[in-house]
Structures are given as structure tokens and as C-alpha cells.
T-cell receptor
Framework: DAGITQSPRHKVTETGTPVTLRCHQT?????MYWYRQDPGHGLRLIHY???????DKGEVSDGYSVSRSKTEDFLLTLESATSSQTSVYFC?????????????FGEGSRLTVL | AQSVTQPDIHITVSEGASLELRCNYSYGATPYLFWYVQSPGQGLQLLLK??????LVQGIKGFEAEFKRSQSSFNLRKPSVHWSDAAEYFC???????????????FGSGTQLTVLP
């Protein structure tokens, strides 16, 4: 199994509070991604990174920010959580860009915003 | 922009029966196509992929998929389903993004497979 660790795995928070999810990899892969999974929507890309300090937006980036200061860590931050951000968040990594390479997924972080 | 449609939200089959999960895509050029599987409480795992060449591709766990350009389809098949195949299956297409040479992956909404004993 690919070495991907997401933390926390479960979190309950209140509307308006900041939340940071962490993704840590031990594979030294160049690309890292944050997806959210919601019923009926499949997986939707939030942000991705193609190198240290190199990030770009996905299709549902509003309300989220990311940072990647080291190859192995990719942080997703909700500056002020809203109920619409209740979801399961998946981190993924790949050696090649997402459209051509196999993605390896973490086990997910379930976030509930009350 | 590319898109993926999985028309079946939920499919139920009996163990030992054959399976076909449908996937239709929209993309202007030759796409990169993938099938992923998600077991309960887990992340996604790649089953198989198609980039070019033989339109029938073999994957892990006895799955195969056939690329049909004329129908814009990439259906997943298995001749005999096992109870452990119960999971959610996602089709995905990798298409070039407009701003550069990188490809973006777009997932379908998934098909939940239930296997009856």
C-alpha cells in the first residue's frame, strides 16, 4: 500500500471555526491532491500540487486553501468552516499528473460542520 | 471540458453472475480512461486504465473494460462476481486542461454494487 496518512480521520467542528487537514506521504511522489466526496457527486477536486510551493485550484476550490512546504506534506485549510463543507476529504498522490498517472488515495478524513 | 456519466446509481447482482457497469464519457480527443473501486471506509484503488492500443484492457481482481470510441463508452465487466466485489465503482476520464499540457481527472458519480449470496 502507498504510504499516505491523513489526519485527523474524523473531526466535528462548529460553523466559523478554522480547520486544517493534513496529508503526509512517504512515497516521494511529485503530485498531491485534495478531493471531497459527497453522495451523488463522486469525487471533486479541490486543490492540487505539482511540487513544493506549487499549487493550483480544482473545480470546487472556493472556501479552501492549501499549502505544500515539503514534498511529503500537503495541508488543506478551511479558513471559516461552513455546513456545506461537511464531507469526506481524500488526499491522493501520483508520480505523473492526475490525468495520466495512477492515483493512490488515503483513507479519508470525515469532517462534520455543525 | 470533459465529463463522465455513470447511468446506474445502484446495481444488485447475485454471486456468480456476470457484471457490467456502464460508463460514458465526453471528451473531444482520445481520452485516458480509468476505473477505480472504493470499499466501505476506504480510499479508492485503481482497477484498470486505458491509454491507447488494445481496446480491451485487463485489470486486477478479474475485471476488464472495453473502450468503444463510437459509443464514447468504457464499460467495466466481470464474468463471475464474488461477494467481496461489493463496493462502489468510479469511472474517470483524464483530459487535457485548456491552459496547458497537463491532464485533469474527472470522476463519475459512482455505481454502488450489491452482491446477493
Amino acid at each position: 500500500d502507498a504510504g499516505i496518512t491523513q489526519s485527523p480521520r474524523h473531526k466535528v467542528t462548529e460553523t466559523g471555526t478554522p480547520v486544517t487537514l493534513r496529508c503526509h506521504q512517504t512515497e516521494n511522489h511529485r503530485y498531491m491532491y485534495w478531493y471531497r466526496q459527497d453522495p451523488g457527486h463522486g469525487l471533486r477536486l479541490i486543490h492540487y500540487s505539482y511540487g513544493v510551493k506549487d499549487t493550483d485550484k480544482g473545480e470546487v476550490s472556493d472556501g479552501y486553501s492549501v499549502s505544500r512546504s515539503k514534498t511529503e506534506d500537503f495541508l488543506l485549510t478551511l479558513e471559516s468552516a461552513t455546513s456545506s463543507q461537511t464531507s469526506v476529504y481524500f488526499c491522493a498522490i501520483s508520480e505523473r499528473d492526475m490525468g495520466t498517472g495512477e492515483l493512490f488515495f488515503g483513507e479519508g478524513s470525515r469532517l462534520t460542520v455543525l | 471540458a470533459q465529463s463522465v456519466t455513470q447511468p446506474d446509481i445502484h446495481i444488485t447482482v447475485s454471486e456468480g453472475a456476470s457484471l457490467e457497469l456502464r460508463c460514458n464519457y465526453s471528451y473531444g480527443a482520445t481520452p485516458y480512461l480509468f476505473w477505480y473501486v472504493q470499499s466501505p471506509g476506504q480510499g479508492l484503488q485503481l482497477l484498470l486504465k486505458y491509454f491507447s492500443g488494445d481496446t480491451l484492457v485487463q485489470g486486477i481482481k478479474g475485471f476488464e473494460a472495453e473502450f468503444k470510441r463510437s459509443q464514447s463508452s468504457f464499460n467495466l465487466r466481470k464474468p463471475s462476481v464474488h461477494w467481496s466485489d461489493a463496493a462502489e465503482y468510479f469511472c474517470a476520464v483524464g483530459g487535457l486542461i485548456s491552459s496547458g499540457s497537463a491532464r485533469q481527472l474527472t470522476f463519475g458519480s459512482g455505481t454502488q454494487l450489491t452482491v446477493l449470496p
